[in-house]
């Protein structure tokens, strides 16, 4: 038996595809939005992280300043530097590096030589204030006096925008958040 096939029924009209151009408008309009109140935040976020790893960075060479100390049982610095591999006098630690006594190298005849321990250079716009004189761990692993020292990124975002370290008599490092009102002096 053999059926007669049907007719197809008739296509109907299709939407074409794409965007309206108010669909369009809009987007960009919600797009626009969410950047403004975006990128501020998003900008905070990747200064807070960087005042953070600059903390972070000074604080670690510190408590291995103390623990060399009391390992070779000689006086360690960690101190601001222009060279890399000496003390510089001066409060504006750009570089600063970790020097201690290699007990090894040195005689007893006098003949000391200085060990460069760690050398650290900060980022970008990343400012650091510390004593001229540089922080002196004794082979106790212990301070004369309490040392504070600034890290500091010149910006409103975040409003934080300072880190306090102090290094307590007993060679403990503690840090605190502060807010410079977007400066750094």
Do not use: H
């Not at 460069?116 to 716009?125: D, F, H, K, S, T």
């Not at 975002?157 to 403990?172: A, I």
Request: net charge negative; aromatic share 4%; hydrophobic share 40%.
């Amino acid at each position: 038996m053999i059926r007669p096939t049907r007719p197809c029924a008739p296509a109907r009209a299709s939407r074409p595809g794409g965007f309206t151009l108010i669909e369009l408008m809009v987007t960009v309009a919600v797009i626009g939005i969410l950047a403004v109140v975006g990128v501020p935040a998003m900008a905070g976020l990747v200064n807070a992280n960087r005042i953070t790893a600059a903390n972070e960075n000074l604080t670690a060479a510190l408590q291995l300043a103390r623990a060399e100390a009391i390992r070779r049982g000689a006086s360690v610095e960690v101190c601001a530097t222009t060279d890399g591999e000496t003390c510089a006098d001066q409060a504006d630690w750009k570089e600063w590096v970790v020097i201690g006594r290699d007990n090894a190298a040195s005689d007893e005849t006098g003949s000391e030589v200085i060990d460069v321990i760690r050398y650290e250079a900060l980022p970008g716009n990343m400012e650091l204030v510390g004593p001229e004189e540089g922080v002196v761990f004794r082979p106790s692993g212990l301070l004369d006096a309490e040392q504070t020292l600034t890290v500091c990124l010149p910006t409103n975002y975040p409003s934080q925008n300072q880190r306090v370290v102090t290094v307590m008599l007993g060679g403990g490092v503690r840090s605190d958040k502060a807010s410079g009102g977007g400066s750094c002096s």
